[in-house]
């Protein structure tokens, strides 16, 4: 009979700053899309007699980081240098922190949900430490060739070490996420999965449950999405269990996979190396790093709400979790919300025109929320709505106007001739051959059928083109009953 095992799980995440130039150069750090080897320089390239220079836009952005997930900034860091020859390191070794990094410790809360988007628990993830470090170029291989492309070379990078605190591959991708939320809601990241601006090596081991010792571990290399995370760990956690039945036991070493996407398995690419194969020494070109309290505290005081406070103050509003999620993880749909929720002081209302309505119609025109009407657009539909100049009803159609066409709400009324009819008299005049059309209702209404009035309202919006303003209708055609 075999011990019941558990799972053991811990990430180290690398994540690319958004800054505007790289990490020691000042090419431009946005490079996707741009023809290969076209944001390099002799610094990033790593030619001889050149002089890397610290990015203070990314060691803040990386403060700001540390600062968010609870860790403690190191008043002394410095960088390495990590040796290793590939074709995509152009220097023959990266800038690193290896024993003095920015920040150690930390923590990050994070609720775990089932398929169906219910929480199943709340957990909490150790942060072992935050450090700098540059990224590697990209390389193509197509038939015996391999293309080297070094945009990406230089490229500022946090690495995030956990502490081996994750449970379950489910348990490794909602820590994940949250992670994501944080470093997008502090700014120090776009995190954006599909350019490969997060990316995760996962270490997996088990032991006997209630075993204190940690067991040589399996470390998957390069996961670039959370479907690969979740499925890499999935098929490592199994093939680990029947190893351990076949073995009666843990793995010997420490050992290195890597995921093979086509395939849904992992592959063994080595032993797991050692600091002592990297050859780390002080990076003899960058001063150490210095930050005094003062320093740190200026930081924090920028921080803004992380995304559980976010969450919380979207929920306080009256919307539901799932939707508060949604603008917590779509900070592009965030800023259109927050703005129409300013203009109208009504989270109901904001929540039906951006989160119900203008998603509904992106997704009828399949297009992205990038493509939306911006905050500016939005604001001024809200603001046409609340006003009275059109009703809420017609402030539909515009915005699937606005969405189809790209116009202003202010274009799509003029041009349709949608102003609302607000004008006392206008309104009197055509209340007044409603009820001369419709005497039926009128006997009904008297008799006591509310409902009768209905009718009356239909026919006055149906007549002015859906133009009448339906609450003025309503006040002007009870004042005329009351006669
Ligand atoms: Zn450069």
Not at 44 to 73: R, Y
Request: proline residues 5%; negative net charge.
């Amino acid at each position: 009979m075999s011990a019941e095992l558990e799972t053991i799980i811990g990430l180290e995440v690398h994540a690319q700053m958004n800054t505007k130039t790289k990490m020691f150069c000042s090419c431009d750090n946005d490079a996707f899309g741009k023809a290969p080897n076209t944001t390099v320089c002799p610094v990033c390239m790593g030619h001889p007699g050149t002089l890397p220079a610290p990015n203070g836009e990314a060691v803040k952005k990386a403060v700001i980081a540390a600062l968010a997930l609870k860790g403690t900034v190191n008043a002394q860091n410095h960088f390495d240098r990590k040796h290793y020859f590939y074709p995509d390191l152009p220097c023959g070794f990266q800038i690193s922190q290896y024993d003095f990094p920015l920040a150690s410790g930390g923590t990050v809360s994070f609720v775990v949900r089932d398929d169906s988007g219910q929480v199943v628990n709340e957990e909490r993830c150790g942060i072992t430490r935050l450090h700098m470090e540059n990224d590697a170029g990209k390389l193509t291989h197509r038939g015996s060739k391999t293309l080297c492309d070094y945009n990406r070379a230089g490229t500022p990078l946090m690495e995030i070490v956990t502490e081996p605190d994750l449970r379950s591959p489910e348990e490794a991708v909602a820590f994940a996420q949250e992670l994501r939320r944080i470093l997008i809601a502090v700014g120090a990241s776009d995190a954006d999965m599909f350019k490969g601006m997060m990316r995760f090596d996962a270490s997996i081991s088990l032991r006997e449950k209630g075993a204190k010792d940690l067991n040589p571990r399996s470390e998957i290399k390069n996961l670039n999405s959370f479907k690969a995370l979740e499925k890499a760990l999935k098929y490592e956690e199994k093939r680990l269990r029947k190893e351990w039945e076949k073995n009666g036991g843990p793995l010997p070493r420490d050992i290195t996979v890597g995921w093979m996407d086509e395939e849904e398995k992992t592959k063994m690419l080595r032993e797991k190396e050692t600091a002592d194969d990297y050859r780390y020494f002080p990076e003899p070109d960058i001063p150490p790093l210095t930050f005094t309290k003062e320093d740190i505290e200026n930081i924090r005081k920028e921080l803004p709400a992380l995304p559980q406070e976010r969450k919380k103050q979207y929920m306080d509003l009256g919307l539901d979790e799932a939707l508060a999620v949604q603008l917590i993880d779509q900070p592009e749909l965030r800023r259109i919300f927050d703005a129409v929720y300013k203009k109208t002081n009504d989270a109901k209302r904001s929540s039906g025109l951006v989160l119900t309505q203008l998603l509904g119609f992106l997704k009828a025109e399949e297009k992205e929320i990038s493509d939306a009407p911006g905050v500016e657009a939005m604001v001024e539909l809200a603001g046409k709505i609340g006003s009275g100049t059109i009703s809420a009803n017609a402030g539909k159609d515009v915005l699937e106007k606005m969405v189809q066409t790209g116009k202003t709400a202010s274009q799509i009324i003029e041009e349709e001739g949608m102003q609302q009819i607000s004008d006392d008299s206008a309104i009197e005049t055509l209340v007044l051959k409603a009820m001369d059309s419709n005497p039926q209702a009128i006997e009904s209404f008297k008799k006591g059928k509310e409902a009768a009035l209905g009718a009356i309202v239909g026919w006055v919006m149906k007549e002015s083109k859906g133009q009448a303003n339906p609450a003025k209708v309503n006040e002007i055609l009870r004042k005329q009953l009351e006669n």
